[in-house]
C-alpha cells in the first residue's frame, strides 16, 4: 500500500529558480527518503532524514521533516536542467527491521531553460 | 560502482507466456526487491527477498513468482503474461537506502 503522497503532481520552474515539493504519510515511520528517477530510468537514492531529525542538507537538496504533521518536504535550490527529473518520496514500516520501502506517485518536476 | 543490473530494458511478450525477468546485484545485499511502475501509480511492491531461498509477498503479488536461488541474483516469473502486467518492473537491492537497476519496460500483447 502506498505510504507516502507527494505533492504537487507536476511542477515547471526556470532555470536558477529553487524548487519545493511535498510528501506525507500516513503511519510512523523511522526514516523518509527522497529519490529521483530521470525519464526511463531506474532511482537514484538522494537524501535519507531519521525521525528524530528536523532538517537535513545534501549540496543544493534541503530537506525538512515534521513528524507531528507526518510530512516532508524537499527542496532544490538554484535548479539547473539536469534537475528535471520525478522525485518520489519513501518510507519503511515503523519496525526497525522492515526494509520494505513505499512510494508515493511522485512530483514531475521541468526546468525550463 | 555500485551496480544492479537488469537483463533487459524493453521486452515484448505475447499473452499466456512465461516471462522471466533477471536482476543481479553485485553489492553482497541480503535484500532484494521488485516493483512495477504505473503512470499516477508509482511504484507498488511485487516481492521481496532477505536471504537466499527466502521471500515475501509485497503489495501486489498475484500473477507472479520469484525465485532467489543466489544472493546475487533475483528472477521475477510471470507465469502466464497477461495485459494488464504492461509495465515497467524495476529491481532494487540494499538495506535502508536502495540501489535500483535500469528497470525493464514490458510490452504484453
Known amino acids: 500500500s502506498q505510504q507516502g503522497e507527494e505533492d504537487p503532481q507536476a511542477l515547471s520552474i526556470q532555470e536558477g529558480e529553487n524548487a519545493t515539493m511535498n510528501c506525507s504519510y500516513k503511519t510512523s515511520i523511522n526514516n523518509l527518503q527522497w529519490y529521483r528517477q530521470n525519464s526511463g530510468r531506474g532511482l537514484v537514492h538522494l537524501i535519507l532524514i531519521r525521525s528524530n531529525e528536523r532538517e537535513k542538507h545534501s549540496g543544493r537538496l534541503r530537506v525538512t521533516l515534521d513528524t507531528s504533521k507526518k510530512s516532508s518536504s524537499l527542496l532544490i535550490t538554484a535548479s539547473q536542467a539536469a534537475d528535471t527529473a520525478s522525485y518520489f518520496c519513501a518510507s519503511p514500516g515503523g519496525r526497525s527491521n522492515d526494509y520494505k520501502l513505499s512510494f508515493g506517485a511522485g512530483t514531475t518536476v521541468t526546468v525550463r531553460a | 560502482d555500485v551496480k544492479v543490473t537488469q537483463s533487459s530494458r524493453y521486452l515484448v511478450k505475447r499473452t499466456g507466456e512465461k516471462v522471466f525477468l533477471e536482476c543481479v546485484q553485485d553489492?553482497?545485499?541480503?535484500?532484494m526487491f521488485w516493483y512495477r511502475q504505473d503512470p499516477g501509480l508509482g511504484l507498488r511492491l511485487i516481492y521481496f527477498s532477505y536471504d537466499v531461498k527466502m521471500k515475501e509477498k509485497g503489495d501486489i503479488p498475484e500473477g507472479y513468482s520469484v525465485s532467489r536461488e543466489k544472493k546475487e541474483r533475483f528472477s521475477l516469473i510471470l507465469e502466464s503474461a497477461s495485459t494488464n502486467q504492461t509495465s515497467m518492473y524495476l529491481c532494487?537491492?540494499?538495506?535502508?537506502?536502495?540501489?535500483f537497476g535500469s528497470g525493464t519496460q514490458l510490452s504484453v500483447l
Open positions: 532494487a537491492s540494499g538495506s535502508e537506502k536502495l540501489f
Open positions: 553489492m553482497d545485499h541480503e535484500n
